[in-house]
């Protein structure tokens, strides 16, 4: 839900707004209990905020109290709701052991109804004071609950009310204005299944990556291969039968002109070793048995370019990236020109290869077989070639880290930004190259106030 949210405020939605509706539906379902009193318990996150927006509502027709920590961070939003109550007729507690909250123990049993805003879907962790204090009073006290967004750990709700949908089965949702596009449309909200490294981290932690290309395109290989590095991955080889200057990437040299089945001895080790392999790009048609022979042995691959032709490469877990016309050749026909229908045509093949299939275009589609997202970022700049090698190598990068699905749909989304911010730059001028500078700024960028 932290994604959608962060989703929603790049799509215009403030989380003040979204803060509003969901206090205002809270109180609007406290006051079903027709209370006289109620008691609210709030955290010093967004939900917290959700709860001090409910108190403002609910001061004009019951005696409110808020209990809430008075230490540790609060975010922004919170900070100015809490500021909007010191003027109110709510009477404000702030707590900081649960020794602190016993002592207030009085207005948990004189309360008609106690409302859970404490945690919420942000938290994590163990439950610490006071907060583990207001939970065994709340319990205690014998009286309605409402739990609001998701119950806080240990606490026994009446009812739970779910922002936007239901986070727990059996809840009743409150509409609190999140657009469609928040949940179809990737946007900055899901880079945040990008966790930071341990301070203790050591070489090889952000995965190996094995890139096996080139021949016709020796360029190809190596664009996805420095793609790679750039989006996080610690070692990064390349197979390839010419080999390019870069430092940063260690080369594999394969004898001859194209990838053929003398190199398989070669390539099987390689492939043994790597977390992921990033195949196709740059290889001409002639070599792509060699990488459906290589497909069994890869624990996590990329397929792009030639290396989608059938009979399809298949590894333990695959991510296929075409273009509209290696999809329909994989697919045995073209997806259809409309959004919703080829939605459904890219999840039907991706079932269909028990994969993940990243159709690009100038809306990216990306599908497994039970989920569709789209991608709307990216330049009419970004016709230029070697843009897609790049996708791969990003994608190869994030599949160390992520599942499929979510390696597929952070992938789009950076390359697109990466490409916005080369354009601005060079304009129509813009070449792959380019875009490696901006990749790292567009996924490693810090998180934002939540």
């Known amino acids: 839900m932290k994604a959608v949210d962060r989703n929603a405020t790049a799509l215009g939605l403030g989380v003040l707004q979204m803060m509003e509706s969901a206090g205002r539906a809270l109180a609007e379902v406290a006051l079903r209990y027709s209370p006289g009193s109620v008691l609210i318990l709030c955290g010093r996150g967004n939900n917290g905020g959700d709860g001090l927006v409910a108190a403002r509502y609910l001061q004009m027709t019951a005696e409110t109290t808020v209990i809430y920590p008075d230490c540790g961070h609060a975010t922004s939003a919170w900070t100015a709701e809490h500021a909007l109550l010191t003027h109110a007729a709510v009477h404000l507690c702030p707590v900081r052991s649960d020794r602190d909250v016993a002592a207030l123990a009085g207005h948990f049993s004189g309360a008609d109804l106690i409302i859970d805003a404490m945690i919420g879907t942000g938290g994590s962790g163990e439950l610490r004071e006071p907060l583990s204090g207001c939970v065994e009073e709340a319990n205690r006290a ?173 590894a333990e877990e695959t991510i296929y990236t075409p273009h509209g016309g290696e999809f329909a050749r994989m697919n045995g026909s073209p997806a259809p020109s409309s959004l919703r229908e080829r939605g459904r045509a890219v999840r039907a093949a991706a079932a269909a290869v028990n994969g993940t299939i990243l159709l690009k275009g100038s809306i990216d589609l990306i599908a497994d077989a039970k989920r569709v997202r789209f991608n709307r970022t990216g330049s009419p700049a970004m016709t230029v070639g070697g843009t897609g090698d790049l996708l791969a190598g990003i994608t190869g990068a994030l599949l160390c880290r992520l599942s499929p699905f979510e390696a597929a749909t952070v992938a789009a989304y950076v390359n697109g930004r990466a490409g916005e911010r080369a354009a601005a730059e060079r304009g129509e001028g813009l070449i792959a190259s380019d875009m490696l500078e901006c990749i790292p700024r567009e996924l490693f960028m810090e998180e934002e106030d939540a």
């Open 142 to 314: 014998g009286v309605p609950i409402i739990a609001a967004d998701l119950p806080t750990p240990g606490i026994r709700p009446t009812l739970v009310l779910g922002f936007h949908r239901p986070k727990v089965v059996g809840s009743e949702v409150a509409d609190i204005g999140i657009p469609i596009e928040a949940e179809c449309c990737i946007g900055p909200g899901d880079l945040t299944v990008l966790k930071r490294r341990p301070f203790a981290s050591h070489k090889g932690v952000g995965g190996q990556v094995l890139v096996i290309g080139g021949g016709p395109y020796q360029g190809a290989p190596y664009l996805a291969g420095l793609a790679a590095l750039r989006a996080g991955a610690d070692i990064v080889r390349v197979a390839s039968p010419v080999a390019q200057q870069y430092p940063d990437l260690i080369h594999i040299p394969l004898a001859g002109a194209t990838i053929s089945e003398a190199h398989l001895a070669t390539l099987e080790g390689e492939v043994r070793r790597a977390d992921v392999v990033v195949a196709g790009n740059g290889i001409g048609p002639s070599s792509q048995l060699v990488i459906t022979h290589l497909a069994p042995l890869c624990r996590k691959a990329v397929f792009d370019a030639d290396a989608i032709r059938l009979p399809l490469p298949v």
